[in-house]
């Protein structure tokens, strides 16, 4: 055979066997290669087409993490700084777990460290993966949670899990250590002009938490520029139905079984007293516009 023939022979096994590895990786990061070639193509032909396609990989990487960085910077509304690390190619288009805005057991001895261990740490984080899982390769995989959460099915897998991830960060931030008393400023014009008292706001918000039946939440919201309190079942979330979230308290069993057992009231009595993040709900109250053009 010629030697010409030979090395030709052994380039194109080369190019086949690069080929082989570069649609390995191509798979792996969840693209299919339709790079195809067979022993009569010309060796600079394969060359080519091989470059082309490692410039479109990069090229569509690329856009995946300007879209990652995008999605890092629009937390939840509430929500404290998102995981700022710098992505690995697999990590791109996901949203992250924020972080808590005080030490896991910062919340002692009202809500134990176990407690945030196993609703943050666990419960939070599942529905976190799951809409990661969920969005994964679709449209939604571009969104904020808040235009996930709107464009949902109410009740769907991905409603569900999207809501929860946006209860829990603003759950989080609505509480603090040695938090409890009574909002000021325009808020606290708004509770006596609303409710009469922050005594009867405090009542409301009690009679709510602890007698919505099963799993839900309770919220202190701002809807046509008046102030109510309103509870929300499972997922639900003012968000969905054109209402501000000012403050919430989360009611599953799972976020006071552990410290208070099956006594809700004790824990919503925690809550109000020792843990209420008021200043968050003035922030959140004071940033809508249009409340604000309301006080
Ligand atoms: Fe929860």
Redesign the pocket.
């Known amino acids: 055979m010629p030697l010409r023939m030979i090395l030709k022979g052994t380039l194109v096994t080369l190019a086949v066997a690069a080929l082989g590895a570069a649609a390995q990786e191509i798979q792996k990061r969840g693209k299919t290669s339709y790079l195809q070639v067979d022993q009569t193509e010309p060796f600079a032909s394969i060359f080519n087409r091989m470059t082309s396609e490692k410039a479109a990989i990069e090229r569509r990487h690329e856009s995946l993490l300007e879209q990652r960085y995008d999605l890092s910077n629009r937390p939840a509304k509430g929500a404290t700084t998102l995981a700022a690390t710098q992505p690995s190619y697999e990590e791109v288009h996901v949203f992250a777990l924020p972080k808590l805005a005080y030490p896991i057991d910062g919340l002692a001895p009202h809500l134990s460290a176990e407690t945030l261990e196993y609703?943050y740490g666990k419960?939070?984080q599942s529905y976190v993966d799951h809409v990661n899982e969920l969005v994964a390769g679709k449209p939604e995989a571009g969104k904020t949670l808040e235009q996930i959460i709107l464009g949902a099915q109410a009740g769907s897998p991905l409603f569900n899990n999207a809501a929860?991830a946006w209860?829990?960060s603003f759950?989080w931030n609505c509480m603090r250590p040695d938090g409890g008393g009574t909002p000021r400023g325009p808020l606290l014009d708004a509770v006596l002009r609303d409710f009469g008292s922050m005594e009867q706001l405090r009542a409301q918000l009690a009679t709510a938490a602890i007698g919505h039946f099963g799993s839900g939440w309770a919220w202190l919201v701002a809807k046509d520029r008046k102030l109510a309190v309103r509870t929300t079942h499972d997922a639900d979330l003012p968000l969905y139905h054109g209402q501000t979230a000012l403050l919430t308290i989360?009611v599953?069993e799972?976020?006071y079984y552990i410290d208070f057992r099956n006594a809700r009231a004790k824990y919503i009595e925690a809550f109000l007293d020792h843990l209420a993040n008021w200043e968050f709900a003035e922030q959140n109250y004071v940033g809508d516009a249009t409340l604000a053009r309301a006080s």
């Open positions: 609703h419960h939070h929860q209860n829990h759950y989360d599953w799972h976020a």
